[in-house]
């Protein structure tokens, strides 16, 4: 079965690990624990199911922090910091509607780096909630290699914050990416702007979908770090999806920085409305020719409700 290679963030410079592995962090192996005897009338409690959704939580003083953080500045030193080689054939600028809910989400890796991914704003009760790629968030199979200072800017194009920017309050990705590295896919919580008013009020939010069968055609979006864009401008490819290695795949040739990004069914041009079915997660090479995503079921729902109630 060939490997996948997960979508290379702009500041990674260690060679594509294949996903679902963790090279380069603590092997997985054995681990010492403590043994606690129990009586032999006595019966074990039996263990509590390990909740799917794991959260991280960032401070008021951390979020305050991320948004004096995240300058124009900043913003754009990061993108000439890394060029991942030319725009494919395969991606081209989206022309059309202003996709108000599709923006850059900045970030400080576990490494230390400054780097950014691509994420949705989308409909929720807390009418707060983004989706985006659990790499986005941690390193898989590394519960502590977790990422800080993250910002939403929706709409982000050429250098123009035209709704602002949101801090990130709360992160959650699936326990099964926290500790094995399965199912890429994470959603966050993010706090009101500066002026009181939250996300979907001031961006509107994306319809999302589990349980959906693969096929059908898919626009998947993303701020790839290829040339001449260098993630000032949004990407998009067109395609249909297909079943692949137990996720699926839609031919695209976006590479880092477009990790998180939408993947939509039932898309109109004209509106820029379409349904969230998945988000950027891997490539098939190094130099791609497709972009692969999750099957979002039970559990990617269960992190989509949980960052609702955040």
Same mark, same amino acid.
């Given at each position: 079965?060939?490997? &996948?290679?997960?979508?290379? &963030?702009?500041? !990674?410079?260690?060679?594509?690990?294949?996903?679902?592995?963790?090279?380069?962090?603590?092997?997985?192996?054995?681990?010492?624990?403590?043994?606690?005897?129990?009586?032999?009338?006595?019966?074990?409690?039996?263990?509590?199911?390990?909740?799917?959704?794991?959260?991280?939580?960032?401070?008021?003083?951390?979020?305050?922090?991320? %948004?004096?953080?995240?300058?124009?500045?900043?913003? &754009?030193?990061?993108?000439?910091?890394?060029?991942?080689?030319?725009?494919?054939?395969?991606?081209?600028?989206?022309?059309?509607?202003?996709? &108000? =809910?599709?923006?850059?989400?900045?970030? #400080?890796?576990?490494?230390?780096? !400054?780097?950014?991914?691509?994420?949705?704003?989308?409909?929720?009760?807390?009418?707060?909630?983004?989706?985006?790629?659990?790499?986005?968030?941690?390193?898989?199979?590394?519960?502590?290699?977790?990422?800080?200072?993250?910002?939403?800017?929706?709409?982000?194009?050429?250098?123009?914050?035209?709704?602002?920017?949101?801090?990130?309050?709360?992160? #959650?990705?699936?326990?099964?990416?926290?500790? !094995?590295?399965?199912? +890429?896919?994470?959603? %966050?919580?993010?706090?009101?702007? #500066?002026?009181?008013?939250?996300?979907?009020?001031?961006?509107?939010?994306?319809?999302?979908?589990?349980?959906?069968?693969?096929?059908?055609?898919?626009?998947?979006?993303?701020?790839?770090?290829?040339?001449?864009?260098?993630?000032?401008?949004?990407?998009?490819?067109?395609? =249909?999806? $297909?079943? $692949? +290695?137990?996720?699926?795949?839609?031919?695209? +040739?976006?590479?880092?920085?477009?990790?998180?990004?939408?993947?939509?069914?039932?898309?109109?041009?004209?509106?820029?409305?379409?349904? %969230?079915?998945?988000?950027?997660?891997?490539?098939?090479?190094?130099?791609?020719?497709?972009?692969?995503?999750? #099957?979002?079921?039970?559990?990617?729902?269960?992190?989509?409700?949980?960052?609702?109630?955040?």
């Amino acid at each position: 079965m060939p490997e &996948k290679t997960p979508v290379r &963030k702009p500041s !990674d410079s260690a060679p594509l690990r294949p996903r679902g592995r963790t090279a380069g962090l603590v092997a997985a192996g054995t681990a010492l624990s403590l043994a606690v005897p129990v009586a032999a009338y006595a019966a074990a409690a039996p263990a509590a199911p390990a909740d799917p959704a794991s959260a991280l939580t960032y401070t008021p003083a951390e979020r305050a922090d991320a %948004l004096a953080y995240w300058t124009p500045a900043r913003i &754009k030193s990061v993108g000439r910091s890394v060029d991942l080689g030319p725009t494919g054939p395969r991606a081209h600028p989206w022309r059309g509607s202003a996709l &108000k =809910t599709v923006g850059r989400l900045f970030f #400080v890796n576990s490494r230390g780096a !400054d780097t950014w991914c691509t994420a949705t704003a989308v409909t929720g009760s807390n009418r707060s909630a983004v989706m985006t790629a659990a790499h986005c968030v941690r390193r898989g199979s590394s519960p502590y290699n977790t990422n800080s200072t993250m910002v939403f800017v929706p709409g982000y194009s050429k250098g123009v914050q035209p709704y602002g920017a949101f801090a990130v309050r709360t992160a #959650v990705t699936p326990r099964s990416w926290e500790t !094995d590295s399965v199912n +890429d896919m994470a959603a %966050l919580a993010v706090d009101a702007r #500066v002026d009181g008013r939250r996300l979907t009020d001031v961006v509107g939010g994306q319809a999302v979908a589990f349980g959906r069968p693969v096929g059908g055609s898919v626009s998947s979006f993303g701020y790839s770090a290829t040339r001449p864009q260098l993630g000032e401008e949004l990407l998009r490819c067109v395609g =249909t999806a $297909k079943a $692949k +290695d137990g996720a699926q795949a839609v031919p695209c +040739d976006m590479t880092g920085g477009a990790s998180g990004g939408p993947w939509f069914a039932d898309f109109d041009v004209r509106t820029g409305r379409g349904v %969230l079915i998945s988000v950027n997660s891997a490539l098939d090479a190094l130099t791609p020719t497709e972009m692969q995503g999750e #099957v979002w079921g039970a559990t990617a729902r269960q992190v989509y409700e949980r960052a609702q109630r955040a």
